[in-house]
């Protein structure tokens, strides 16, 4: 049986451990997702559901990178106004290989000037690309701080 490329690729990222060691804890009344690493691009497709169709309010906080990123556009999430996001393209775990299509999931999650900066820099680039809540907000005017 011959596997096709993109789909032995894909495959390999889904069978990527985590490497999050972020806390996800659930209040109750709301959900805070704190310090995320991001992870497995497939895996986070999941957990968004997940969080999404909790129908609690999921407070992103302190810095979300990578993966965690996708959680940002859920209708049910806000951004804490002290939390940072960053951005860079994904990779196999300790290689610098890129691997096809995962850009596209992870940018099928973004939208306004966050889906520009992707496009353009951020899904090329190894480097982390580091911004506060706000500047975020101010790239994604659909998205909320906290509180506000």
Same mark, same amino acid.
Do not use: P
């Given at each position: 049986m011959k596997i096709r490329f993109p789909y032995a690729v894909l495959a390999l990222v889904v069978a990527l451990p985590s490497v999050s060691g972020a806390e996800i804890l659930d209040y109750g009344t709301h959900?805070? =997702?704190v310090n995320h690493r991001g992870g497995n691009?497939?895996?986070?497709?999941?957990?968004?559901?997940r969080l999404e169709r909790s129908g609690k309010e999921v407070r992103i906080r302190?810095?979300?990178r990578s993966a965690c990123t996708m959680l940002l556009t859920m209708r049910n999430a806000c951004i804490a106004g002290d939390a940072a =996001?960053?951005?860079h393209a994904p990779r196999i775990p300790n290689t610098n290989i890129i691997p096809p299509y995962v850009d596209q999931v992870m940018g099928y999650y973004y939208r306004g000037g966050i889906l520009e900066k992707w496009n353009s820099e951020w899904k090329y680039s190894l480097d982390?690309?580091?911004i506060s809540a706000e500047d975020y907000v101010?790239?994604?005017p659909q998205a909320r701080i906290c509180g506000r």
């Open positions: 959900i805070e =997702v691009v497939l895996e986070m497709v999941g957990m968004r559901s302190g810095y979300c =996001v960053g951005f982390m690309h580091k101010k790239l994604d």
